[in-house]
């Protein structure tokens, strides 16, 4: 004959009960860290396009295109290589003349 202890089962039933709860809230911590992850990869992607946004050398010859349409020739310098050079950080000048002042 077999004895069923019903004190034993119902302290299963509460460990397994509280087993599940344990998991569940587990499962919502890995979610989570999940979601910090992807978001962190999302922001180093994004810090990524604007540091290779910062080192992009600027493009000179629309800047000279733009003065040129607004004909504002007397802005530019007559040697305009020159101030490509300078911006280039190539210039072997220790600059202009209205530096001292």
């Known amino acids: 004959m077999m004895v069923f202890d019903t004190t ?3 302290n299963m039933a509460e460990q397994i ?14 979610q989570q860290g999940y979601d910090q992850i992807n978001q962190l990869k999302s ?7 604007l540091y290779s946004s910062l080192n ?3 493009d000179i010859s629309a800047l ?7 004909e504002s020739n007397g802005t530019l ?18 600059g202009g003349k209205n530096t001292e002042k």
Do not use: C, H, Y
């Open 56 to 58: 992009v050398r600027p």
């Open 64 to 70: 000279q295109e733009m003065f040129n349409k607004q």
């Open 8 to 10: 034993a089962a119902s």
């Open 43 to 49: 922001q180093l992607d994004q810090m990524k396009q």
């Open 77 to 94: 310098p007559s040697d305009f290589n020159q101030l490509q050079k300078s911006i280039d950080g190539t210039s072997s000048g220790g």
């Open 17 to 30: 009960r509280q087993s599940t709860q344990q998991l569940q809230q587990l499962q919502k911590r890995v």
